[in-house]
């Protein structure tokens, strides 16, 4: 089953509550989303072995942490719409040269380095289902409109390069999440949601502030 399609992008984590509505259920509200990206299968080397870089080292991180803004209405206890930016966290690598200082001591000298950066806006749909006045379920279901930089790792073994590619795309977000609203005014929510960007298998865990205006 695939739980979330096509391209994806940044826009994920919102914050809907049922907590923080009125008597009428209706409501504006605003947020700020604190997420951990991961991504899975970056080819960040397609062309080189890295392995093979002796004596350069090789490394790279594939997670990273991400911030996005958003707005939303909810319109009554079940169901909101949110509109949100942000920059997702990089994924990255670097070949370094390691030599010895004056002192003795190694000193790592960057050879190259690059990275898969996302700054990405988004349109959801949140429903929400409330358990009691405080404590709600979330799900949201949106398209990501992102922008992507992806720095690959090319050149020879003997003299490494890199190469910069951009695209730009619309992809699907889904997610899952639970909140707690503390009084008729702030909640904070946790939320996983998965999508892809540039062809990335992207997953967030992310922690989200809500304010009703």
């Known amino acids: 089953m695939q739980f979330f399609s096509k391209k994806m992008f940044s ?11 009125d008597d009428s259920n209706q409501f504006s509200y605003f947020g700020l989303n604190l997420q951990h990206n991961s991504y899975q299968h970056i080819q960040f080397s ?9 004596p350069l080292s090789y490394g790279e991180n594939l997670s990273d942490k991400g911030l996005r803004g958003f707005v939303g209405h909810q319109f009554n206890r079940y169901f909101a719409l949110e509109v949100g930016a942000g920059s997702y966290g990089e994924a990255g690598f670097q070949v370094t040269r390691e030599q010895t200082g004056s002192d003795g001591k190694p000193l790592y000298t960057t050879v190259v380095d690059g990275g898969f950066k996302t700054f990405a806006g988004d349109l959801r749909a949140v429903g929400t289902y409330p358990f009691n006045d405080h404590l709600f379920l979330k799900a949201q279901l949106g398209a990501l409109f992102w922008n992507n930089e992806f720095t690959r790792l090319t050149g020879t073994t003997a003299v490494p390069e890199i190469q910069k590619t951009s695209a730009n795309g619309v992809s699907l977000i889904s997610g899952l999440g639970v909140g707690y609203g503390f009084n008729n005014k ?9 999508t892809k960007i540039a062809s990335i298998q992207t997953q967030n865990v992310s922690l989200s502030f809500l304010v009703r205006l």
């Open 11 to 21: 826009l994920l984590s919102l914050v809907s509550t049922y907590a923080l509505a």
């Open 186 to 194: 702030i909640a904070v929510a946790i939320d996983f949601e998965r």
């Open 46 to 54: 397609p062309t080189s072995n890295p392995a093979k870089l002796t």
